[in-house]
């Protein structure tokens, strides 16, 4: 008897796997929003604007937390009234508002825990590498593809010269720093991310 056919195909299974973890990772995200008085919409919208000293705009942050507009809208007032997010005018368009977090608002990110660390850290560092890879070269396909809302990884940005030393353990240089990098350094969230042209 042969295996395949007899199983589910691999990219369902993986897909099935992956739900999984998603889902042990948004159950651990609500634990800790309800300890902290957010609703895990509220807690995305907080990381997400903390992460950008810039500051962030409501569409931007409701299409890196995949809600409507609205929805952002109703979130980021309830964090204004914890003193968590303020609407400051945007530093590139003195007419728009952007949202940042208060002192406050970046001490709570800070310290909020990271709901995958309990799935990975069961991972060899190298294993860890290798899926960090792999993540990141998915998020890059979904931005490509139009699926996902624009994402501050390094393969994206203009600072990013890839495979520059094919071969090395650091095949890869960021010209920000100036610095050889390896697939473990990759970011998936810099704040001095450039879009490419």
């Not at 195909?9 to 800790?32: I, N, S, Y």
């Not at 960090?132 to 996902?148: A, D, E, N, P, S």
Request: net charge positive.
């Amino acid at each position: 008897m042969n295996f395949d056919d007899i199983t589910e195909p691999l990219d369902r299974r993986l897909a099935d796997g992956l739900t999984r973890l998603a889902a042990v990772a948004r159950q651990l995200d609500w634990q800790a929003a309800e300890s902290a008085g957010l609703s895990p919409t509220q807690a995305d919208i907080l990381r997400f604007v903390a992460g950008r000293p810039r500051g962030a705009r409501l569409t931007a942050t409701a299409a890196h937390v995949g809600v409507r507009k609205a929805t952002a809208s109703d979130a980021v007032a309830a964090l204004e009234r914890k003193a968590l997010l303020k609407k400051c005018a945007d530093m590139s368009d003195g007419r728009a508002i952007a949202l940042k977090a208060t002192a406050k608002g970046h001490r709570v990110a800070r310290e909020w825990p990271s709901n995958y660390a309990r799935i990975v850290d069961g991972l060899s560092p190298a294993e860890q590498q290798t899926l960090l890879g792999l993540t990141v070269k998915m998020i890059r396909q979904l931005q490509q593809r139009q699926l996902i809302a624009p994402q501050r990884t390094c393969v994206t940005c203009r600072y990013f010269r890839e495979n520059v030393a094919p071969g090395t353990d650091t095949p890869h240089y960021c010209a920000f720093v100036g610095a050889a990098m390896a697939e473990r350094h990759l970011r998936v969230d810099c704040a001095e991310h450039e879009p490419a042209a």
